[in-house]
């Protein structure tokens, strides 16, 4: 008998709809249902390619006796943190505080007044390594509920109380300057890995903000160091287990410091931002490998991630059916070389020098994961290519990994902006069609009469979410970029009515300051506020480079002055936990430069030469540039106005600061201009 969730649209709840556990969705309802009946509330909170939340599915929630025991001492409420972030944020910062950390399978017990009293993420069936079982913490947290149950109102008034006193301090709205962003790069110097790329040890995160930050760092100063980081970095990443060396697309983490065994799972977000960071490093460098690596992670989410509608789906779970029945982590990535023997035959050899494929094996039971490890010698290209094919298709025939095909709209908001930029760099009108087809499902479906963004969607179905902040951010970021490479206005217009909202219901008037969620959202224990950012940018940090770019674009004062302000947290934490803030230090890099204004005007109907200073324009490497292209006079965009060509021809208009160079049609003069 399906339970509660059966009537949800995120797929990680419709994966315990048929649970014994008598889930409730997060609602009003069931604190209303948890004071009626006098009992705690269970929350847990997950999502569908975390591989421990599954466990504990299998373990506990699907379990008969233990459902038995949770259904008649709670209420159990389960929630996708993709969903709602912003209960994810508020009760992981009651899990840190109390426990000094934090992850998924998260697991909260709270009073019927939504106040946390207890704590943990994993449990396991049987107590092992120090942890108790999942039914010790359910027998122990009933005991004091029913023994104890002034104690337990005290520390949640405690707790709730401490949350409060919380609140993020950044002296003064002032952005930060030079100093403080070489501090920034000083303190990544300090944490970087020389001998492996990257930052810190294991568990390894693709480091796709710090990144943006060095290429930004670097075009601004010319800092060799802040390039030599980021290119290293990239490289290194993507010659490792952590990049699928088949199909393209970078998986959530690397277990170990070398980037060798990856966390499997895929995840838009990392693959939208490492696209876009890839297609930069190529603007700036030239690199064969950041091309290849930009294009095949486009083609990646193209192709393995895109929905029906246009969408892009959330993710690809680390776990497939190993062939056996058995869903195991990483079955559909790993070889071992007599599998290579049976697809390759006289290849298999060459293929596993190649591939740095083993008889011992790079991960568990004599597999590997396939890597392009440091070597002598020359490969035949075309050679290794029939290789690459034949595995490919080898391997599609094995089980995929489940797919979680929601579409959320942020993180739409980044594949947007990534595939309208590389397809734009190499030719591929076809991944701007598809950036296109992303920004039209996001205004068709997410979209509401006010402008207002739902958070998710699903087989063209609006979630019943709200969005939060970074949804406001990350989608105005990817219309700023596709009115950028399309030369359509109606993208700056969208990101217009989406960064009102964030001025409106997201900011604080007074301190410069913004929330997770706007000011009218749903009233939890403590509104969510965080400036850092971790797998994707804060909706902190990437509403203020949004609204920085359409300042540029429109010369909105409010906007700008609300982006300065938004920035002065940047001050505080970039030179202390520069990793943690890096798309926010690559915003201030934008600032400190400008950001630059660039005005193409052809001729109508378009010619050679205004592709080729548009072109020339989106190439440049100056941080945050905006560009605007169009006919003399037209209305698309604010930059085009009082543009006339010069001597009839295609003709680019730089400005910043107020000030603007003379008019070109030289791209060359241009290139230069973009360039210093």
Request: glycine letters at 10%; hydrophobic letters at 40%; proline letters at 6%.
């Amino acid at each position: 008998m399906p339970n509660r969730l059966a009537h949800e649209t995120s797929p990680y709840l419709l994966q315990h709809a048929d649970n014994p556990v008598d889930w409730w969705p997060w609602s009003g309802e069931a604190f209303h249902e948890a004071r009626r009946r006098g009992v705690p509330v269970l929350l847990s909170v997950g999502y569908s390619s975390c591989h421990w939340c599954h466990v504990l599915a299998r373990e506990s929630f699907e379990d008969e006796t233990t459902a038995a025991f949770m259904n008649e001492h709670f209420v159990s409420v389960k929630v996708d943190r993709e969903e709602r972030p912003d209960v994810d944020a508020v009760y992981m910062e009651a899990v840190q505080a109390a426990t000094g950390q934090g992850g998924w399978p998260m697991t909260v017990f709270l009073t019927p007044d939504a106040e946390p009293f207890y704590f943990g993420t994993y449990f396991p069936p049987a107590p092992r390594h120090g942890m108790p079982s999942f039914r010790q913490v359910l027998e122990g947290v009933r005991s004091a509920w029913a023994d104890r149950r002034d104690e337990v109102a005290e520390v949640a008034g405690k707790i709730v109380r401490d949350l409060a006193q919380r609140e993020i301090s950044h002296q003064g709205t002032r952005p930060p300057g030079e100093q403080e962003l070489a501090q920034a790069l000083l303190g990544l110097t300090r944490e970087y890995d020389p001998q492996r790329g990257g930052f810190g040890g294991a568990p390894k995160f693709p480091p796709s903000m710090v990144i943006e930050f060095l290429l930004r760092h670097h075009a601004r100063t010319g800092a060799d160091g802040a390039l030599q980081m980021a290119a290293d970095t990239c490289e290194r990443m993507a010659r490792g287990g952590l990049y699928d060396q088949l199909g393209g697309g970078f998986a959530r983490y690397s277990v170990d410091r070398d980037w060798v065994v990856p966390h499997f799972e895929k995840m838009l977000y990392d693959n939208a931002l490492l696209c876009r960071a890839y297609a930069h490093l190529w603007r700036a460098t030239g690199s064969a490998l950041a091309r290849r690596v930009a294009l095949e992670t486009a083609d990646f989410m193209v192709r393995e991630l895109r929905t029906a509608e246009g969408g892009f789906a959330s993710a690809l779970d680390a776990d497939s059916d190993d062939g056996t029945g058995k869903h195991v982590e990483g079955a559909y990535y790993v070889w071992t070389p007599a599998q290579f023997d049976e697809v390759l035959g006289d290849d298999a050899d060459l293929a596993a020098r190649y591939f740095g494929v083993t008889p011992e094996g790079t991960f568990e039971h004599g597999q590997s994961v396939l890597q392009l490890p440091q070597q002598e010698g020359v490969f035949d290209a075309e050679k290794i290519e029939s290789v690459k094919r034949r595995l490919f298709a080898k391997r599609a025939e094995r089980p995929a990994p489940g797919r979680d095909d929601k579409v959320v709209a942020a993180w739409n908001g980044l594949a947007v902006a990534a595939l309208a930029e590389t397809g734009a760099y190499f030719d591929r009108p076809d991944l701007v069609e598809a950036a296109v087809g992303a920004a039209d499902l996001l205004v068709r479906l997410h979209l509401d009469d006010h402008a207002r963004l739902a958070r998710t969607s699903r087989d063209g179905h609006v979630g019943a979410n709200a969005g939060v902040l970074e949804d406001y951010g990350d989608v105005a970021e990817g219309f700023l970029a596709l009115a950028s490479v399309t030369g359509e206005g109606v993208w700056l217009d969208f990101a217009g009515l989406l960064l009102d909202h964030v001025l409106a219901r997201f900011a604080d008037g007074e301190t410069g300051a913004l929330y997770d969620t706007a000011s009218d959202a749903e009233r939890l224990i403590r509104r969510p506020q965080d400036p850092t950012d971790n797998a994707t940018p804060s909706g902190w940090s990437a509403a203020a480079g949004a609204l920085l770019g359409y300042a540029a674009h429109t010369g909105s004062e409010p906007h700008r002055t609300a982006a300065e302000r938004a920035l002065g947290v940047v001050g505080t934490l970039g030179p202390r936990v520069p990793r943690f803030v890096g798309w926010g230090l690559a915003v201030a890099e934008a600032l400190l430069d400008g950001p630059r204004e660039i005005a193409i005007v052809g001729p109508a109907g378009g010619d050679r030469d205004t592709t080729a200073l548009h072109r020339t324009a989106l190439l440049g490497t100056a941080p945050g540039a905006v560009v605007a292209v169009g006919t003399p006079g037209s209305d698309e965009f604010p930059l085009l106005a009082d543009r006339p060509l010069v001597g009839g021809a295609a003709t680019a208009y730089v400005c910043r600061n107020f000030t603007c160079d003379a008019p070109t049609t030289d791209p060359e003069r241009l290139r230069a201009a973009l360039g210093d």
